[in-house]
């Protein structure tokens, strides 16, 4: 099932005796793109573009709580750098329901600020995570206890902040406010820190979310394959993928195969048979599988759960374990970053199990969506007016900004 493992076989088919394709000749590049896409995914990534370079400025704006805006000449300046491509004015005007650019006289020069709509998501977002530091402090714990040594460094916890729903001040409101349980120690490179679990904090006994859907499908009724579910992942496949025989007899194998669980120590030194590195390979589908269970909307990019595998003992590309279970994982290239979704906790195009924090985000997602609709035809024909190349427009957008705030 995993690339690792068929180079394993590639190396050893002569003592076999049978032969083997050869993916080692397919590139990165050519298997992420041989990916089979889920159109529902894609066109919740085509909102997430947005979403993502709206949090950016969102984050500046709020970034200064006394007067909770930012000038339209630094946010230019940042034009590159936030990957607005047709200059600050022309993205923030695409979404009104979000943005509204005003003038400020005492300072000669336009600013943005928020609407009273994202203020209002801005403050259902805080209130939210302030009321689940507790589930933050089970979320840390549980991250720490899937390394071997309850170790991660500091740095991929940044990395991960708000995909997993801690406060701007983690550091303080979560990791000193909790001494008990965590504690900062110096690593071996320098300017680097590790978030530790306390010695003495229980690190087993957790139950992975995947255990909790086998309970509840061995408890159904109609249920009479419970041995198969002892070791096996809830699979979902994207629209319009062929399953071939092979294809499903080895998904079948692999789902029986037994493995050590995220939060169980492995004991003994790491086999390089086949059934050892199935085992491997499963065990790590099982902490990536967990990893974004924990996450606030079962969703992180590639890049930032990277960050962890080391300390999680993964010896496989994690891309490609997302790649190698297509019945799990949905990856998706869009807006130039590789984000990876946790198929079970969606159905189309939401979450099963909505959370305040995702909630409150995902109103926030609405309002991307919405783009200009539902403004009046004044707003939408200021904006046309403002939008154009003539010069005279452009002196009339002036003078209407000196005179007051200019709603886009």
């Given at each position: 099932m995993g690339i690792h493992i068929m180079k394993i076989l590639i190396k050893q088919k002569h003592s076999f005796g049978f032969s083997i394709s050869i993916r080692s000749k397919t590139t990165s590049a050519q298997y992420v793109a041989s990916r089979v896409r889920d159109p529902t995914f894609e066109k919740l990534m085509d909102k997430y573009k947005s979403l993502f370079k709206v949090i950016a400025i969102q984050d500046l704006i709020l970034a200064n709580p006394r007067n909770p805006s930012v000038s339209i000449d630094f946010l230019s300046r940042l034009s590159q750098k936030l990957h607005l491509n047709r200059g600050a004015t022309s993205f923030l005007r695409k979404f009104p329901h979000i943005f509204q650019i005003y003038y400020d006289p005492s300072k000669l020069q336009p600013f943005c600020r928020l609407t009273d709509a994202a203020l209002d998501v801005s403050k259902q977002e805080e209130k939210a995570i302030n009321a689940s530091?507790?589930?933050?402090?089970?979320?840390?714990?549980?991250?720490?206890?899937?390394?071997?040594?309850k170790t991660v460094p500091l740095r991929a916890i940044f990395k991960v902040w708000r995909e997993l729903g801690l406060p701007d001040n983690f550091e303080d409101s979560v990791i000193s406010a909790n001494p008990s349980v965590f504690k900062l120690?110096?690593?071996?490179e320098p300017n680097t820190h590790l978030l530790k679990l306390v010695e003495g904090v229980p690190r087993n006994g957790f139950r992975a979310a995947i255990e909790d859907w086998r309970v509840v499908e061995c408890c159904k009724e109609d249920c009479n394959v419970r041995t198969e579910l002892r070791y096996s992942f809830k699979h979902g496949y994207p629209p319009g993928m062929k399953l071939g025989k092979n294809f499903k007899a080895k998904v079948k194998e692999w789902q029986t195969l037994p493995y050590v669980g995220p939060y169980e120590v492995v004991v003994g030194e790491k086999k390089k048979s086949k059934a050892?590195?199935?085992?491997?390979?499963?065990?790590?589908?099982?902490?990536?599988?967990?990893?974004?269970?924990?996450?606030?909307?079962?969703?992180?990019?590639?890049?930032?759960?990277?960050?962890?595998?080391?300390?999680?003992?993964?010896?496989f590309n994690i891309r490609d374990l997302f790649l190698d279970h297509p019945g799990i994982f949905y990856l998706s290239t869009k807006g130039k970053r590789h984000t990876v979704f946790l198929r079970e906790a969606y159905e189309r195009g939401c979450l099963i199990e909505p959370n305040p924090v995702y909630v409150a985000r995902r109103r926030l997602l609405d309002l991307v969506a919405m783009g200009r609709r539902g403004r009046s035809s004044i707003n939408s024909n200021l904006q046309d007016e403002s939008s154009s190349n003539d010069d005279d427009d452009i002196g009339e957008e002036e003078k209407q900004q000196r005179h007051g705030s200019l709603s886009s």
């Open positions: 530091l507790p589930m933050v402090v089970d979320r840390l714990v549980r991250i720490l206890s899937m390394s071997a040594s120690c110096d690593a071996h050892a590195l199935m085992a491997m390979e499963k065990r790590a589908v099982s902490i990536v599988h967990e990893f974004l269970s924990l996450t606030v909307e079962k969703m992180v990019e590639v890049e930032k759960i990277s960050q962890f595998r080391k300390w999680f003992g993964i010896d």
